[in-house]
């Protein structure tokens, strides 16, 4: 039984426009102890998908289909309102995050409150899901932070007081703090220098080896999940464009999309080569393009990639892609 599975997992949100379609009919299954790599563009559906997941969403975020099965258990339809919207206060969901499910927030200075120390906060987290005393919630605060690479004396520091390296792995030890199943990374390296975020991966790495804990790791840098996912989703426009193992999608990419976003990226070890960038901007995920949603910015683009959404193509190689002419794009070699 695999630990977590999303099945036809759509979100919509209700907007003064009309709906934006932000996620739709999402599917993938992640194992213990693994990690998924979820890449694509900014505004792509990346963060509302883990955020699905968690259901941490906004009043206006509406469930139109799907399920999350999480150790064998829907977790998501029994928090679905008869409107659509979720009730992110049901007491079995609130007793998942952080115990089961935790997150590493995407940019950790807005994510801790500026007003509390971040060991406070830490106890916090701990205190609300087990029956310990302050003191023994701050003595394993004090083994969160040995683990991570942060003194012990810096404890009682607000978030200010940190930088922004120390303030991510803060994060990272707020997440583990009950050594969940299940940890949703949100950009952990954003806005980090490229030593920094070789050690925060490193440490996220070895963390979860350590506690064989499975992992999403969100984020539109395709080298960080080429150096620690075992299975990649490429999204588009609310869409998986794209799925399969980490090794078998990096050498032959059978989506022209993952094919585009790939070739943007250099290749330390290939031929050198100019980078290429895909023409054209996402598209309005309110009025969204008919058929595929990539077919405007698409070179392989035809007829009926304008007018019928596309099937989704098992390759022999096992990955699958949302794509009229896998196949061929496939055949055609690597990006």
């Not at 969403?57 to 099965?69: C, E, Q």
């Not at 199943?181 to 440490?203: F, G, N, Y």
């Not at 022999?316 to 061929?328: D, I, R, V």
Request: glycine share 8%; charged share 25%.
């Amino acid at each position: 039984m695999a630990l977590l599975e999303v099945k036809d997992l759509t979100l919509h949100f209700k907007v003064n426009e009309g709906w934006v379609y932000a996620v739709e009919d999402v599917n993938f299954t992640l194992e213990s102890g693994e990690t998924l790599g979820l890449v694509g563009e900014s505004g792509c559906g990346k963060t509302t998908l883990g955020y699905g997941i968690s259901q941490l969403l906004p009043d206006n975020a509406h469930v139109k289909a799907g399920r999350v099965i999480f150790k064998g258990q829907d977790i998501l339809t029994p928090s679905v309102k008869k409107n659509g919207t979720l009730d992110a206060y049901r007491p079995e969901i609130r007793k998942l995050r952080w115990k089961e499910i935790s997150m590493i927030f995407q940019g950790a200075m807005n994510a801790f409150n500026p007003v509390q120390k971040v060991g406070d906060q830490i106890v916090e987290a701990i205190r609300t899901h087990e029956k310990i005393t302050a003191q023994e919630a701050e003595d394993r605060v004090a083994e969160l932070y040995k683990l991570v690479g942060i003194p012990k004396d810096r404890i009682d520091n607000y978030p200010h007081e940190y930088s922004g390296g120390m303030r991510q792995r803060a994060m990272i030890a707020m997440a583990l703090v009950h050594n969940p199943s299940l940890i949703i990374a949100d950009e952990p390296t954003t806005a980090l220098d490229v030593i920094m975020q070789r050690r925060i991966l490193t440490e996220i790495e070895n963390i979860q080896k350590k506690f064989s804990m499975a992992m999403i790791i969100i984020t539109h840098d395709v080298s960080v999940v080429a150096n620690v996912a075992d299975k990649i989703a490429v999204m588009y426009a609310g869409r998986i464009m794209e799925y399969g193992d980490v090794m078998d999608v990096f050498k032959r990419p059978a989506n022209p999309y993952t094919k585009a976003l790939f070739g943007g990226f250099p290749n330390l070890k290939g031929e050198r080569k100019r980078l290429a960038s895909i023409p054209g901007n996402p598209p309005s995920l309110v009025e969204p393009p008919s058929g595929c949603r990539f077919h405007p910015r698409c070179k392989y683009a035809k007829e009926i990639c304008k007018k019928e959404k596309p099937p989704v193509m098992t390759l022999p190689s096992g990955q699958l892609s949302l794509c009229h002419f896998a196949a061929e794009v496939q055949s055609g070699g690597g990006a």
